[in-house]
């Protein structure tokens, strides 16, 4: 790899910020080669560099045999196989204005395959770096207006990435609080504070409105500051006032009053007057403190101001954003303090991870419309994204490996549009994330260790997974050290990607692992246990038939909590299946709890069922093998059988051992050709399968699909499958149904089905997610608990039960 | 203290006895003429307790009678910066009141009409002398006294110098400095302050002299065509019906009051960026140490060169905003460049801390007016003392920003509305 070395170029190579940088510059300019479209955002002094590339990745596909006519024995359902899939990728890179030239050359030099033309620019510096670009890139800059891109790159962020916005809380552990996305992010103020500041309000995605601003902002700190005290970098002067006391510069209302102004609620702390003392004392003030009195100054003003403009307008959601803010702890402090001073904590002051981005992300959207972005749902990628307060290391002890100048984030296509699951109660609400770990010191600590600890076993998988790939090891270690250095961030940033949660530890495993292209370690696995599950069905299903309907219901239940004992994401389970290769449906079946169960609503469930049928239930299933064939699908039958239409969700793209949607297909189509039950159903539709529109072990509810895109726009899994079988001459019409329904997504059947049963299994699906979702349908959340700590936390022992079936209250 | 605050000395005159025996020496406040050195003298020997209570059965049944509190008539405003000091001489004394008059009075009334500048930093301005007012059916002049509240301790040596607290008269003060002071007051110079609220005192001080008028003229005046300095004056205002109105109250920070009726009144918000700031950012930036001077180098400097301006940054008027080219974007924003922050004088920098400030007290001013859905605005205040930029600064910007729709008024006697109000409180107290 060629190595940048961007030292030369600086001037300022005293300051400790400044140190020499020698970058593999693949790590920072990702997929250059495969990139097309970009846009620049120059601001005062960083840059802010966005492309969009299309990355082929590996994905793992299941493809039938062709078994019509004669039932096979030793031959697999279905074959494996590894295939590339291209994928969209945003890329959005700041770096300090200094290393702009080494930049540009870098990418001219990696630029390879782009008919591009153009690069869409905002900021104020575009006009200044203008020139240097096009002779740089040969590329036409095309100027855009910075509020359009600020505004567009903040609905951007604010609608497709979960924790995007945050409450900054000084002394709170943790510092930032993350909101949970609203389904509407409309309407909302924006105060940008760069050199002056802007207040603008947000209506929907076209309508915005600057309704004010002031000339006091982040150039008044700056300006002021560097007279005041000879200090030059804006960094160096909040340095300097994060030491300071405005107190002996500011004239206080204790100054003035001796004490507080009780009749009107004036502390003695708070200022009268700022650099009020400078005026009647003769003396020298210290650098430190008029830095600090002038940044309470600023921030009380603009706070002021936002407050204002906010109640003026009626609006509660304020953020805050531009390079005052810029992610610096003491200015978002005294915004903070300000807003919560001036609205009597009515309104919060909010702040955006990817606040830094807005206007490359604006302005990269300007460039791209013909391509729709914004129809898309796009996903934070964990594996290529650098995390928040990357920065200003001077200001956090905490460096990092990388050099803190280079900040990155990158977004995946996701896709389908994703929408909120129509039946949640309340989806303003609803946090899917049972624990947050930034909030939970000990679970995060137990967490990050127990993520550490199952490393090894998942890096022994990947490298099974590719026996025939010769790098496969050699990724695997790289995937090792990545994932690793990303536990290590977050065990010292645990903010760094909005909260933490077992969801975003597992979803960050998986961008990793697909990073390394190991989009499946799990598919043998899966392959083998699906394959050895099917052998029982039938059996199963007769021995459930002999008993009564009470006995036969018990069954039923203890059946799918057995099956879902077999779950590769949980180490007690791995180590068991790994040295018992015999443990099997019956094994699992006596490691349960006996009932009462931790969690037991049992005799609840049973005295609904003796009513009338559910009209239709939405299975989110889990596990492949023994869980989704003797589980799920035996009670799946017995809910056709009562009457109920059963809708199974399963996720979108691999994860751990969970069946995917294309394996379930084939599963599907397998057990309706052994059992008319079945068949039936999915004959008659009263049976069908859906998309969760995941790829995670973990289910968020605000995030399933709506519609698929027409037909171009289908997922390469539905392409894909459709082809094959079409070229295996397949006679199963069934199976074109199914294929045919699926345009709609989980979203739409839902309603159209009037779903009032959503059941939700496992541990990442109903235990560390979903556990407290509210729904207004009935709903029956089950697992076993296959971790002794977290079943601890709950109060039971490992394999102990949870059993949770709720009505909506009326 | 009784019931309308008159007789608040009641039982306290007796115990001034810790008094130094010797005065100690006179210092700047009252090292003005010699008249008052002879009356300082004098004071100092009279017995004063008999003498006292003499004056105080007398008085009392005069006050009674006539419901006024004796003389001398104070109102007192102490400011974070400055202390804001009302006098009312009576021209009506009789003969025999002019006799009965005790000989500390006396001297008082001749030390205050007789300078105008007390001290090296006291001073009396003249110009806004209020004359033949009748106040309380006495008829007299109002005179308008400030000195640095810095130099409270020197004017409570001189109150106590002149056996001030032997004239048993009630003293009316408000602002923070009433609070802060009052056990100075009481140690220092035996005196009890009547400790008043500022925002009453400030808008009864208001609407007062608003009523009475300037010397015949209007007290209120605004500035026509604000925005075409060419044709920019300064113009009379009739404020008869004055409510709603936006009170801004310039001192070393600022009080905005919604006013809906002489005693329904709320106060807004405020902001820490005042006459203060101005004044401190430009000792720090340029060494001056008054507000004379600041104001004098503000005058002659451009603050174009330090602020950044929309045109800086776009070449022209931002149109999509509707932001004109010659609008401030960033106050001191040049400054962030270095070879800029070596090239501005400080002229220049004094200017824009005077504009930075006056535009930021304009732009949260016109937020509350169209809040509290109010289109009137009264700038008091000592910072717009002979501070003709600031106002019209602040007119322009009520106008500009609000389409015509805000209007900027100004009152002749700028920030000595909260003293008038002591004054006021002093002579006809609120039922409370």
Redesign the interface.
Known sequence: TRQMAASGQMKRSSHSMDKSIILPPDEIFRNLENAKRFAIDIG?SLTKLAYYSTVQHKVAKVRSFDHTGKEAVDEPLYEISVQEEVTARLHFIKFENAYIETCLDFIKDHLVNTETKVIKATG?GAYKFKDLIEKKLQLKVDKE?E??CLIKGCNFVLKNIPHEAFVYVKHADPEFRFQTTQPDIFPYLLVNI???V?IVKVESEDKFE?I?????????F???G???TNT?RFDELLQLASRGQHAS???L?K?????G?S??GLTGD???????????E?RE?SKAD?AKSLLH?IS??IG??AC??A??HNLNRVYFGGFFIRGHPVTMHTITYSINF?TKGEVQALFLRHEGYLGAIGAFLKGAEEDNPNQYSWGENYAGSSGLMSVSPELYPMQRTRSGTFDMLEMDRLDRQLVNLPLLLDPSSYIPDTVDLTEDAMAREYWLSCFEEALDGVVSRAVASQPDLTDAKERAEKFSQKYQHKLKTLRQQPFAYGSLTVRSLLDTREHCLNEFNFPDPYSKIKQRENDWALKFFHKVVKSLESLNWEERQFSLVKGLLAGNVFDWGAKAVSDILVTDPDFGFEEAKQQLQERPWLIDTYNKWIERLKGPPHKCALFFVDNSGIDIILGVFPLVRELLCRGTEVILASNSGPALNDVTYSELQILTERIAAMDSVIQSGVQKEQLILVQSGSSSPCLDLRYVPEQNMQISNLSGHVCYVLLCYLSAGHKNKNVFFIKIRLDKGLATVVRERHTDLVIIEGMGRAIHTNFYAALCCESLKLAVIKNSWLADRFGGKIFSVVFKYEQPCK | MEVNGYYFNDGKAEKEEDAPEKPPEEKELSGGGREDAVAESSGGGVPRERLASHSRTRQRIDSLKKNRPPFPWFGMDIGGTLVKLVYFEPKDITAEEEQEEVENLKSIRRYLTSNVAYGSTGIRDVHLELKDLTLCGRKGNLHFIRFPTQDMSVFLQMGRDKHFSSLHTTLCATGGGAYKFEPDFRTMADLQLHKLDELDCLVRGVLYIDSVKFNGSSECYYFENPTDPDLCQKKPYNLENPYPLLLVNIGSGVSILAVYSKDNYKRVTGTSLGGGTFLGLCCLLTGCSTFEEALEMASHGDSTRVDKLVKDIYGGDYERFGLPGWAVASSFGNMMCKEKRESVGKEDLARATLVTITNNIGSITRMCALNENINRVVFVGNFLRINTLSMRLLAYAMDYWSKGQLKALFLEHEGYFGAVGALLELLNPSQL
Request: proline content about 0%.
């Open positions: 005062g104020g207006d509020m359009s760069g050199s002056g802007s600057r004010g601003g002031s000339s006091i902002g982040g150039g008044t700056w300006g002021l560097a007279l005041l030059k510069v500011d004239m209302v100054d003035i009053y001796g004490g102004y009749c009107l708070l200022i009268a007057s700022s650099f009020g003392k400078s005026a009647t003769d003030f008029m100054m009380n003003d002021q101001l204002l403009y109640k003026l001036f």
